[in-house]
């Protein structure tokens, strides 16, 4: 870090039109000291976690980048600052959008959609009736509960940094009501009440794929760049390199180190490669293209899997009337795998090519959860409703509850009685023949 610059990071809220959603400014402060020259001073600073450059809405000039290891977004770039007092200060403004908060209209759709559910099951007179009432009122509850924390945590309202920890908290009330939801939905398909279409947010599951599974057809080839250069415009230079390769690629894994050599830390226990005595010329430049089994590239096989379940499914609701939004469904799902499959992934190996993929990842995530949900909701249908009066037994008052207890009780006692008096009451021949046994 130069010596003459002062970074200040702090997080502001910025005027935000009413037609626009709320935003978040990140500030950053770069002073140059009294006394320092003219300089061209570098600037990196991390973006809260779960911003992604879409949330950016202004960068203040500088680039985006993404941390592997943290799995998380920065801005850098480079700040011309004067001598003098106008030029020696810089102020940079990075907008975020606000990523912390449920909109209120989703809120509501969540609470209608329990709220026609119950209404649902009182008019088919459920058995159900009572435990899904319970239910309606926990997530409206929750839901509630959620908005209240929201206000009371709203921008302007409270320091942007406790604005965002309040998220925690309203993220765990908000997975909460969608999964009482879900048993909602539940109820009603048992009750052979089409739950269409079905809710993409009570469907989304966290899922993480096995890192150990090799593709079918093996690992790909990644290419990870080596770049040298002597900066020296006069002099020419005898230098030694050595460049950490990613975590998840080992001494196994380089398929190709071009001129380079192939180490491994055990300290560190991180695999590199290397080159002594590279000779370079004034300004020259030199790449390594250096050849490694593509570890993040595998969600192929996953991606072909999830298509077949997706057309099987849709096979089976397209067989059936009355599925119509379910088909719907299902073929925006086989949409949404095309999608994947047709985007491009970067050239090169490098941050935004983990980023990348790990992306990708995400988004089969949701759509495997999507494809659960589909497949509990067809077996779902086909499960017989249980109709036996077991199930519909009043339950008994508490006064009722508490004879039974006694009258158990009261036999219990009845029995270690007549057990003790059975022993009690032993013959001298009985205790004399037992004494003898021993």
């Known amino acids: 870090m130069f010596i003459s610059l002062l970074v200040v990071l702090a997080l502001a809220v910025g005027y935000v039109p009413p037609a626009r959603a709320a935003e978040i400014i990140m500030r950053i402060r770069v002073v140059n000291r009294p006394n320092a020259k003219e300089q061209k001073v570098s600037v990196k600073r991390d973006l809260p ?44 403004e990075v907008v975020l959008e606000d990523v912390w908060t449920f909109p209120a209209d989703k809120i509501e759709t969540l609470k209608t959609r329990a709220t026609e559910a119950v209404t649902k099951l009182k008019k088919k007179e459920s058995e159900f009736m009572g435990t899904a009432t319970n239910i309606r009122d926990k997530v409206v509850m929750d839901l509630n509960q959620l908005l209240v924390i929201q206000e009371e945590n709203a921008i302007g309202m409270v320091p942007p940094l406790q604005h965002i ?20 939905e539940n109820f009603l398909i048992m009750e052979g009440i089409d739950v269409a279409p079905i809710d993409p947010i009570v469907s989304e599951v966290e899922w993480e794929r096995d890192e150990r599974k090799v593709p079918s057809g093996g690992y790909k080839s990644a290419v990870m760049k080596i770049e040298v250069e002597n900066t020296s415009p006069l002099t020419n230079r005898v230098i030694s390199v050595r460049r950490d390769l990613p975590e998840e690629i080992g001494v196994e ?33 030199k790449e390594f293209p250096v050849l490694i089994k593509d570890k993040w590239d595998i969600n192929g096989d996953y991606i072909i899997e999830f298509t077949s379940i997706a057309t099987n499914l849709l096979a089976v609701v397209s067989a059936e009337e009355g599925h119509e939004d379910l088909q719907l469904h299902v073929a925006g799902i086989i949409e949404e795998l095309n999608q994947i499959t047709a985007e491009t992934k970067p050239e090169t190996l490098g941050p935004e090519y983990v980023d990348f993929f790990r992306v990708q990842t995400r988004k089969l995530g949701k759509i495997k959860g999507k494809l659960d949900r589909l497949e509990e909701v067809l077996r779902r249908k086909k499960e017989p409703k249980w109709t036996t009066p077991m199930l519909s037994v009043k339950a008994p008052d508490p006064r009722t509850t508490w004879i039974i207890i006694y009258i158990v009780l009261g036999f219990l006692g009845l029995v ?22 021993e």
């Open 49 to 92: 976690v779960g911003i992604r450059p879409e949330n950016v809405t202004d960068s203040a000039g500088l680039n985006i980048g993404y941390n592997i290891k943290e799995d998380r977004y920065f801005v850098r770039g480079e700040v011309e600052l004067g001598t003098n007092s106008a030029q020696s200060v810089k102020n940079l």
């Open 253 to 285: 894994d380089v398929v190709d180190p071009d001129m380079l050599k192939v180490g491994y830390d055990a300290r560190r226990k991180r695999t590199y490669v290397y080159i002594n005595d590279l000779e370079l010329a004034a300004r020259e430049k």
């Open 416 to 437: 270690s009685l007549l057990f003790f008096l059975r022993w009690f009451g032993k013959s001298k021949s009985e205790k004399l023949g037992d004494s003898g046994q």
């Open 165 to 184: 920890r309040a998220y925690s908290t309203t993220r765990k009330i908000y997975g909460k009501a969608v999964k009482n939801l879900g048993q909602l």
